[in-house]
């Protein structure tokens, strides 16, 4: 979950649906922070439709968590292991919150520096989201930790940028499916090397 400039927000009150799985249609609250927002319910539904059944049993890296939306999505849909980092302490305490509404005992929420947490971390991820604040060169530092070892070869990187945001692609992945959707471009990248 990204940071935009200014304050922005999709709905009145803070909620974000679940959209398929276990959890389908269970609304949860998020707080009220400059910038958050969750990643749109048919930008969710496209993503998991991408996937298909590689979330079931996956390891999965929410490296940017804000709400959750991502997250949670996976974990509602079969995901074994889901790690949500979120640098905000407010935003980190409501997503251990929801954790503990949905009885989930395979999430992790880690309050800290994406950046700086994965950079030493030895652990590897089936599935990354990554939908770091709109600058390209957070877009590819994040790519050039995940092709440094922290999703597995064959691994699955999701990718939400600005829509006029031009990210070099490392040849250590490959683009599987690319679309937009109003100001945002997400890609769904293969880790073939």
């Known amino acids: 979950m990204a940071r935009r400039p200014g304050k922005q927000k999709t709905t009145a009150d803070n909620t974000l649906r679940i959209i398929g799985g276990e959890w389908r249609s269970r ?9 958050l927002r969750p990643t749109s319910g048919k930008i969710r539904e496209t993503l998991f439709n991408w996937l298909g059944h590689q979330v079931i049993g996956s390891s999965v890296l ?3 968590a804000g709400s959750g939306a991502l997250g949670l999505e ?15 302490r407010k935003v980190a305490e409501q997503l251990k919150q929801n954790c ?13 520096d994406a950046m700086a ?14 939908d770091p604040p709109f600058a390209a060169e957070m877009a590819l ?25 031009q990210v070099e692609i490392p040849e250590e992945f490959e683009v599987l499916k690319d679309k937009s959707s109003g100001n945002v471009k997400y890609q769904l990248l293969r880790r073939i090397k």
Do not use: H
Request: glycine share 6%.
């Open 27 to 35: 609304k949860l609250q998020f707080p009220d922070a400059n910038g």
């Open 74 to 88: 996976a974990l509602s849909r079969g995901a074994t292991q889901v790690i949500m980092l979120e640098k905000d």
């Open 100 to 112: 503990a509404i949905l009885k989930v005992d395979n999430a992790a929420v880690i309050n800290s």
């Open 117 to 130: 947490w994965a950079s030493g971390v030895s652990c590897v991820f089936d599935i990354v989201f990554l």
């Open 62 to 64: 929410d490296m940017f």
């Open 141 to 165: 530092r994040c790519l050039d930790l995940c092709k440094s070892g922290i999703v597995k070869c064959d691994g699955f990187v999701y990718l939400e940028t600005a829509k006029d945001q």
